[in-house]
């Protein structure tokens, strides 16, 4: 994690545009389809130096794989726990549900049918090791091709929680049971990133979302609350090996372009999340329905010791916020934390997080990207 407090670095949130032809491959994955192992390896590889040389050329500081090898930030563990066989139709989150005709074009996607979760049927163990070592190999690599010096690098891996809440549990006893399953499998994943050196980034949008689904819709604050609660303990366990300072948290309301009018207020939900083992936390603040959350940080402030990355480009439209703007949401930010906590620059969410579901025109995702960086820059010279 940087801790400089004389400059605001800049990052991202994971997910970048895949090029055609892998998304070709991972759709023919999520068919059933044999592939190639020769071909798919060629073309990750490919895909994985291309987007890092994007990055080096936007002129990013902290930069990751773009998570070219998934075909989404959590439904990739399908390919690393055991026991998960199927699916079943999804409830549509609270807010949809109030606009049905919207939320039939909202999620349409090519490779992945969003209208379907994962089941779980069996023990869930991680049986990843083969497929997290070949992405962490083929990202060192892309690395040493490259040969910028990045100021830092990060790789994303889902929370407990997030695969827990997208994942229909049929074998146990209980959501707690599930949920604690699923932390000591996912824990082998955050330990053998961790031991690269590289920052862990944990993506967890349900410790913000709980509220927008079915199960919380109707339910009151304390018990969104105790939810909350109840997802950051599992995420602690998970993370008993990892020193805090080795991660970052990303959370969201869910990177879709959607009324979002039932999302939980952020002030509501910050001590719960403060409860975190981690020491930097990524929140969105260009959202138009969170543009005003800033001052969540000024009412809780955040732990010391820890970086924040407010998110300061939106990743559901096509426009591209103006530079200007950029440094303004970073400037309340900067207001509304202590002078010593540092800054770093990043968008809402991932350009990718779901393979073939790209709201953003791949380029103008990579100028939303420059305008980040030059934003930062121009908060910078008006903050230090």
Not at 125 to 140: I, M, Q, S, V, W
Not at 192 to 197: D, F, P, Q, R
Not at 244 to 264: I, K, M
Request: charged share 25%.
């Amino acid at each position: 994690m940087t801790k400089t407090t004389d400059r605001i670095h800049t990052t991202h949130i994971g997910s970048l545009p895949r090029p055609p032809e892998l998304l070709e491959l991972l759709k023919a994955h999520q068919d059933g389809e044999d592939i190639d192992e020769d071909e798919w390896t060629t073309t990750v590889a490919a895909a994985t130096n291309a987007v890092l040389e994007r990055q080096a050329e936007v002129g990013l500081d902290v930069v990751n794989n773009g998570e070219q090898p998934r075909v989404s930030f959590n439904w990739y563990v399908a390919d690393r726990l055991s026991g998960i066989d199927g699916t079943r139709e999804q409830d549509l989150w609270a807010d949809l549900q109030a606009f049905p005709e919207y939320a039939e074009e909202t999620f349409e996607t090519d490779i992945i049918d969003l209208a379907m979760q994962p089941v779980v049927t069996g023990p869930v163990e991680y049986t990843g090791h083969k497929e997290a070592e070949a992405e962490l190999d083929g990202f060192r690599d892309a690395l040493e091709a490259a040969d910028t010096d990045f100021d830092g690098t990060f790789v994303t891996s889902a929370s407990p929680s997030i695969v827990a809440t997208t994942h229909v549990d049929e074998y146990y006893d209980s959501y707690e049971e599930f949920l604690f399953a699923v932390a000591d499998a996912m824990q082998k994943e955050y330990e053998l990133i961790a031991e690269t050196g590289m920052t862990l980034q944990l993506d967890a949008p349900e410790l913000l979302t709980i509220g927008q689904t079915s199960a919380y819709a109707d339910e009151s604050l304390e018990e969104i609350r105790d939810a909350t609660r109840l997802h950051v303990e599992a995420l602690n366990k998970a993370l008993e090996n990892v020193p805090a300072e080795q991660v970052r948290l990303h959370t969201c309301w869910g990177s879709y372009e959607g009324p979002h009018h039932l999302d939980t207020d952020l002030v509501d939900l910050l001590p719960e999340i403060y409860d975190a083992d981690i020491t930097g936390l990524s929140i969105e603040q260009a959202n138009p329905r969170h543009q005003h959350e800033y001052r969540a940080f000024a009412e809780h402030p955040l732990p010391d010791g820890w970086t924040l990355l407010p998110g300061v480009v939106d990743v559901k439209t096509n426009i591209i916020d103006h530079p200007e703007t950029i440094a303004d949401r970073l400037e309340r930010a900067a207001d509304a934390v202590d002078d010593e906590t540092p800054l770093v620059a990043a968008p809402d969410c991932g350009f990718g997080t779901q393979a073939g579901l790209g709201m953003v025109h791949p380029e103008i995702a990579w100028a939303k990207l420059e305008a980040l960086v030059e934003g930062a820059e121009i908060a910078t010279e008006r903050i230090y």
